[in-house]
């Protein structure tokens, strides 16, 4: 499943890159996992997405400025520093993927993992390079 941008995410990179109106612009993102299985839409929002209560499952900030742009194959992208996810109890939720939120919790965009992933064991890990890309063609 690719990634999926929002509506509202839409509005905002719009909004922040040409008129730098949205509100959030210039703001840190946080990255959330989430543990219900959601195929993402254009028109979900940040109550779409149900958070993981697994311990070591929290949220984690994206730091503005610190994503790395580039293009590659002639597309467009930011690609942040991997995150690592150590999982320590609370097993059972299952993560389906991940949803990127603004400073004011708006929905900008989400991705569901090619694979499930559940944490059985203390010290399991996720790894995770929030990745933005965006193409006059299909994006990867």
Avoid: R
């Avoid at 719009?14 to 959330?32: Q, R, S, V």
């Avoid at 543990?35 to 254009?42: E, F, L, Y």
């Avoid at 997405?49 to 790395?68: D, F, I, P």
């Avoid at 694979?115 to 299909?138: E, R, V, Y």
């Amino acid at each position: 499943m690719g990634l999926i941008i929002t509506d509202v995410g839409c509005e905002m990179v719009l909004g922040a890159y040409f008129n730098n109106t949205w509100p959030g612009a210039g703001k840190n993102l946080t990255i959330h996992l989430n543990s219900n299985n959601v195929s993402p839409s254009d028109t979900d929002t940040a109550g779409t997405y149900t958070e993981t209560t697994v311990t070591g499952g929290s949220a984690k900030t994206l730091t503005n400025g610190s994503w790395t742009v580039s293009i590659t194959g002639n597309i467009s992208q930011v690609l942040y520093a991997q995150q690592t996810w150590t999982f320590t109890a609370n097993f059972g939720d299952t993560i389906y993927g991940y949803y990127v939120l603004d400073a004011d919790s708006n929905l900008v965009w989400a991705e569901k993992l090619a694979a499930a992933f559940t944490p059985a064991n203390n010290g399991d890990q996720l790894l995770i390079t929030p990745k933005f890309q965006m193409s006059k063609g299909t994006p990867t």
